[in-house]
């Protein structure tokens, strides 16, 4: 009888399933990064995530691509940490996030990410780029501000090298951003550029990013 009162809770979207998604570098697929297992940064277990591509690689191709997380709708709920690694490249802001609707090889992904060392820039333009979403391979962040300026970024307070809570909800062709538990989406997304589609879930940093991943859950 449980198993049907939770179907009918399913069918009329009163039901959430919840589960939490083990990070362990040894079942992951790393792509330009290293990756391995910290017992206590600043608090929880976590994964640290380093970026060790070469320098003509990709933006968008330093990624952790996670087994047996196929996905289409729900939520994803993380916490993170971004900073520079040593001798960052200039232009370089800690970038991390989270890659969903993930092709097997990596080759195609939705993304949010932030850009931690924007969050309280003394400069307001860079401010209002602390958050991203990207579509790879043909929706970098760079086609997204030349054609649609701050549509698909926007502001939130960040401090490098600290943890913050990043959800992720996404429906069909939509998605929206929370930054820290607030109630109100940082960043809305009503036009995801691969439509209603499905695939993994991948771990996702930029250019001179060292960063920390924990608690990945999702829920459908």
């Known amino acids: 009888m449980r198993g ?36 206590d940064y600043k608090g929880p277990p976590a994964v640290r995530v380093t970026d060790v591509a070469p320098p003509d690689a990709n933006d968008g191709m330093r990624l952790v691509l996670l087994p047996g997380t196929e996905f289409a709708d729900g939520t994803l709920e993380v916490d993170v940490t971004g900073a520079l690694v040593p001798n960052a490249m200039e232009g370089a802001r800690g970038f991390v996030g989270l890659a969903f609707r993930v092709a097997a090889d990596g080759s195609r992904f939705e993304c949010f990410y932030l850009r931690p060392t924007n969050g309280r820039a003394e400069d307001q333009l860079q401010r209002n780029h602390s958050t991203q979403y990207i579509a790879f391979p043909d929706f970098p962040w760079q086609k997204a501000r030349s054609e649609f300026p701050s549509k698909y970024e926007s502001y939130t307070d960040l401090v490098p090298g600290e943890w913050t809570h990043v959800k992720i909800a996404v429906k069909g062709d939509g998605a929206r951003l929370y930054v820290n538990e607030v ?37 459908r």
């Not at 809770?9 to 910290?38: C, Q, W, Y």
């Open 4 to 39: 049907a009162s939770i179907l009918f809770l399913v069918s009329l979207g009163l039901f959430a399933e919840t589960r939490t998604i083990p990070l362990d570098p040894a079942a992951m697929k790393a792509l330009n990064v290293k990756v391995e297992n910290v017992k």
């Open 183 to 219: 109630t109100q989406p940082t960043l809305i997304v009503n036009d995801l550029k691969h439509g209603n589609s499905q695939g993994g879930i991948a771990l996702w940093v930029g250019p001179g990013t060292l960063a920390h991943f924990a608690n990945l859950k999702v829920s």
